[in-house]
Each structure stands twice: as C-alpha cells, then as structure tokens.
C-alpha cells in the first residue's frame, strides 16, 4: 500500500524534450553551484500561485522530461531545506506529498514503464 501511495503521489506527465504541450511553460529546477536546469513543462496554461519547482512534481499539470536528472533536484531541494530549517525540520519536509511525488517521479522513470 505505501507503495501504491508513493507512485500516486506523481500525477504528472513524463515526455521528452520537444513534446510539451504549450509554449512557454518551461519549468526550471536549481542544481548544484546555483545552476538552473529545465526539469519539464507545464501543461495547464494557467499563472500557478504555487511554490515551483517543488510544488511541480505533485502537480497534473507537470510534463516532467524523461531525460532530466531529477533526483539531482531532489538532493538539492532537501540540502536547500535543511539550511533553511534545520535538518529535523527538513526531515518532515522530505515526507511531505511534494518531496514524495518528486521521489514517484524518480521511481517511474527508473522503472522504464512509462510510455
């Protein structure tokens, strides 16, 4: 079951570079050093409100690039977290449905059955 869950948890599509839906939407990511990398698109067209990218991997709308090191954002997202709050803090964080969607996403495309 908590299994199950953890796949639920990513509600998103996964695609490569060059499918996405609209124009525009690109999604970016911060990795180590302060660089940025495209980690998808976001397929709703709509102004989000929300907190990207980490809010992104729990979201339908993501359209989450195959080829992108993910668990890379993953990493630095909870090194971001646990200097912002501290690392008990952090670890909560990292169970929030948020931080389990990006480690779903993470799952599926390791697993290959996707397509």
Known sequence: ???GDLLEAFAGKIIK???ESLDGQA???PVK???LIKIGSCGSGKSCLLNPPLS???CK???AFE???HSEVLDQMLVNAKETFG???ALELAQSKHYLAAGALIKVIEGGEYE
């Open 17 to 19: 570079q060059g499918e």
């Open 33 to 35: 050093d302060s660089k």
């Open 61 to 63: 709308s993501l359209e």
């Open 67 to 69: 080829d992108v090191d």
């Open 56 to 58: 992104c991997y729990g």
């Open 27 to 29: 999604l970016f990511a």
């Open 1 to 3: 079951k908590e299994a």
């Open 87 to 89: 690392e008990k803090h």
